[in-house]
């Protein structure tokens, strides 16, 4: 195969697995930029965590929501857990590196606030112990996930919401996951600054 054929290769995959996702996947997103944006409404923050290039969404998300997605308007409240690399080192060091997310949400988070916890396992067990503190705290999740859900799917409650890509390879899931943070975004700029409600 040539160089060139691998290559629209991915791209015809990403664009497939994205196409057979939107429709499953547009209720669910809709839900959780409702969680978020309530919480963002009630002066609440949106916390994110997530390992790898989930780390790298969970950033991503954030520097969106604190800066400006695609419209003018003032910052809104985020904050990466995965960011901070003293806090994550000494938690990991003097405790757990399962713990890393966990600590800082019992630390930071309000029932105000919500978790967007991202894991394109959904068994990633330091995103799961950050959805037990979050829950702990009375806060709302919004999950990212793929495959099944894995033990993150089967943690959340009635009052979260799961936006699970139905996919087995991670670099579809993280690609979708990527539109789907966009659609977040977009969504909860619409609610609070623009004409459409959530």
């Given at each position: 195969?040539?160089?060139?054929d691998r290559i629209l290769a991915?791209?015809?995959d990403s664009i497939?697995?994205?196409q057979r996702a939107a429709p499953e996947l547009a209720p669910r997103i809709a839900a959780g930029?409702?969680?978020m944006t309530v919480a963002l409404r009630g002066n609440g923050k949106v916390l994110s965590c997530g390992n790898g290039g989930s780390a790298g969404d969970a950033q991503h998300f954030s520097a969106e929501l604190l800066n400006r997605f695609e419209m003018e308007r003032p910052g809104l409240a985020a904050m990466a857990l995965t960011t901070d690399s003293s806090t994550l080192t000494a938690i990991a060091n003097d405790y757990a590196y399962d713990q890393i997310f966990s600590k800082q949400?019992?630390?930071l988070g309000n029932p105000a606030d919500c978790l967007l916890a991202i894991s394109t396992s959904g068994?990633?067990?330091n995103v799961l112990a950050a959805v037990h503190a979050a829950?702990?705290?009375g806060m709302k999740v919004v999950a990212l996930t793929g495959r099944d859900g894995g033990t993150i799917g089967g943690a959340l409650t009635d009052d979260d919401v799961e936006i699970r890509v139905p996919d087995q390879r991670t670099a579809r899931i993280q690609e979708v996951h990527l539109v789907v943070i966009h659609c977040l975004?977009?969504?909860i700029d619409q609610a609070l600054f623009g004409d459409q409600e959530t």
């Open positions: 195969m040539l160089v060139t991915h791209f015809t497939a697995v994205a930029a409702k969680i949400v019992t630390a068994n990633s067990p829950h702990a705290r975004c977009d969504t």
